[in-house]
């Protein structure tokens, strides 16, 4: 016998797993995916849970490895270090809030599957 899951519900967990980024960037980003990958038993959730941790440790490393840098040459030049590497946090910023939405929508759109993000590392 298959076991089918509602439909509505997989959408709105699965939608909650990514969009926890809009609400907070620290904690709760990675808190609500836990969190819902631990309730659930949907397996498409699930794998979304798993997804989006991925997604917001990437964030997080490469928000590291790319910040810290250029803030400490920002502040050994006096600011213009920050101002000439301003792109590339730009280019960040966008890649990840864009990716953010992109799996969004992706969930609401196909529900039946899980996303997957290119260009990220998965830990688990």
Known sequence: ???????????????LCHGAIFFSTALFSIGVPIAIYLISDDP??????????????????????????????????????GILFFPVLAFGFLLHWGLTIWALLQCFSKPDEPVRYPFIFRLF
């Open 44 to 81: 498409v959730v699930k794998s979304n849970a798993k997804e989006s941790i991925n997604f917001h440790f990437n964030v997080w490393f490469w928000g590291t490895v790319i910040g810290v840098p250029i803030a400490i040459l920002s502040w050994l030049t006096f600011g213009i270090g």
């Open 1 to 15: 016998m298959q076991v089918t899951y509602n439909s509505d519900k997989r959408k709105l967990l699965s939608s």
